[in-house]
């Protein structure tokens, strides 16, 4: 609990840097991250198993509380987990916060009109080693002009290459025809 609160101290001292005209963005960034936190902590607590934590339990979670949290921008959250996905505390943590920082950059920038409709922010997870996952996470927005859009002067996306790194994972950036994709391996 400590390191994760420590690690959301230094989440809000880089978002005030960057977004300090704008503190209602700081707090709904907080607020997703803390409700995922939260959630990540009662299932883990209420099984008392820091080691198996069952990854596709914690994502349906996931998906009806962000649908909660901004149920006003109509936007339907799915995942497809592979049920036998356990994964320890150290990873589950840094691995959450990553697909915060993605899902609060999709709703922020992939549906800028607010006529458009079945608006879909989607995560596949899946085994493809024995020791290895692939995350891919996809939007059915307006996408990107250009990847460097998104990996110049970024806050989220320095934030989500540094979580990558804790977890000697790799991402990139999907070539997708229709909104934005990223594969985390």
Same mark, same amino acid.
Request: hydrophobic share 35%; net charge negative; glycine share 4%.
């Given at each position: 609990?400590?390191?994760?609160? *420590?690690?959301?101290?230094?989440? !809000?001292? +880089?978002?005030?840097?960057?977004?300090? #005209?704008?503190? =209602?963005? @700081?707090?709904?960034?907080? *607020?997703?991250?803390?409700?995922? !936190?939260? +959630?990540?902590?009662?299932?883990?607590? #209420?099984?008392? =198993?820091? @080691?198996?934590i069952n990854l596709n339990e914690y994502m349906q979670d996931q998906d009806r509380t962000l649908k909660t949290l901004f149920r006003t921008k109509d936007i339907n959250f799915e995942s497809d987990v592979d049920e036998d996905i356990h994964i320890t505390l150290e990873i589950i943590t840094p691995l959450l916060l990553i697909i915060d920082e993605l899902t609060?950059?999709?709703?922020?920038?992939?549906?800028?009109?607010?006529?458009?409709?079945?608006?879909?922010?989607?995560?596949?997870?899946?085994?493809?080693?024995?020791?290895?996952?692939?995350?891919?996470?996809?939007?059915?927005?307006?996408?990107?002009?250009?990847?460097?859009?998104?990996?110049?002067?970024?806050?989220?996306?320095?934030?989500?290459?540094?979580?990558?790194?804790?977890?000697?994972?790799?991402?990139?950036?999907?070539?997708?025809?229709?909104?934005?994709?990223?594969?985390?391996?």
């Amino acid at each position: 609990v400590k390191n994760n609160l *420590q690690v959301l101290n230094s989440f !809000l001292n +880089l978002e005030k840097r960057a977004y300090k #005209n704008n503190p =209602d963005l @700081i707090i709904k960034h907080m *607020q997703t991250r803390l409700t995922s !936190l939260a +959630l990540l902590h009662e299932k883990t607590y #209420n099984t008392h =198993d820091f @080691i198996n934590i069952n990854l596709n339990e914690y994502m349906q979670d996931q998906d009806r509380t962000l649908k909660t949290l901004f149920r006003t921008k109509d936007i339907n959250f799915e995942s497809d987990v592979d049920e036998d996905i356990h994964i320890t505390l150290e990873i589950i943590t840094p691995l959450l916060l990553i697909i915060d920082e993605l899902t609060m950059n999709a709703i922020k920038h992939a549906f800028p009109y607010g006529n458009m409709t079945n608006k879909v922010i989607s995560k596949e997870i899946k085994l493809i080693g024995e020791n290895t996952c692939e995350l891919i996470l996809k939007d059915n927005g307006v996408g990107l002009e250009s990847p460097e859009q998104l990996t110049s002067h970024n806050l989220g996306w320095e934030i989500v290459n540094n979580l990558t790194k804790q977890i000697n994972g790799k991402i990139e950036i999907l070539d997708c025809k229709i909104g934005t994709g990223f594969k985390l391996i």
